[in-house]
């Protein structure tokens, strides 16, 4: 029973956590919101039955977690329907990076010399 108990709340946080972190990376607050109290629920029932955790129960702990993960992002994609980063990775990739907005790092000297061809030195 332990066991099971376990792994229930083990798959409830990582599957939450997992869902947490796309909701932030995304921006959907209300749902980060909403996520927080799914986390801190299941980090409860475990800082009470993890402490007498045997063999089984660690074992359960660990395999919760895996499974959970890939829930989690399948439902995500599913329930918020959002397009996947991959799609938005690729886009990005696709584009010219070879435009470098930042100028270039100049010398004391250079600035100086600059600024008196414009007439403020």
Not at 52 to 81: D, T
Not at 89 to 100: Q, R
């Amino acid at each position: 029973m332990t066991a099971l108990l376990i792994f229930s709340s083990t798959f409830i946080l990582v599957f939450a956590l997992g869902f947490q972190s796309l909701n932030v990376n995304n921006g959907h607050y209300k749902a980060a919101f909403f996520t927080s109290f799914a986390i801190a629920l299941s980090n409860l029932v475990l800082f009470k039955t993890v402490p007498q955790a045997g063999v089984m129960e660690i074992g359960a702990y660990l395999m919760a977690g895996p499974f959970a993960i890939i829930a989690s992002m399948y439902a995500h994609k599913k329930v918020l329907k959002h397009k996947s980063i991959d799609i938005e990775i690729d886009e990005v990739l696709s584009t010219d990076l070879s435009y470098n907005p930042v100028p270039q790092a100049r010398t004391m000297s250079q600035v100086v010399a600059d600024m008196k061809k414009e007439g403020r030195a």
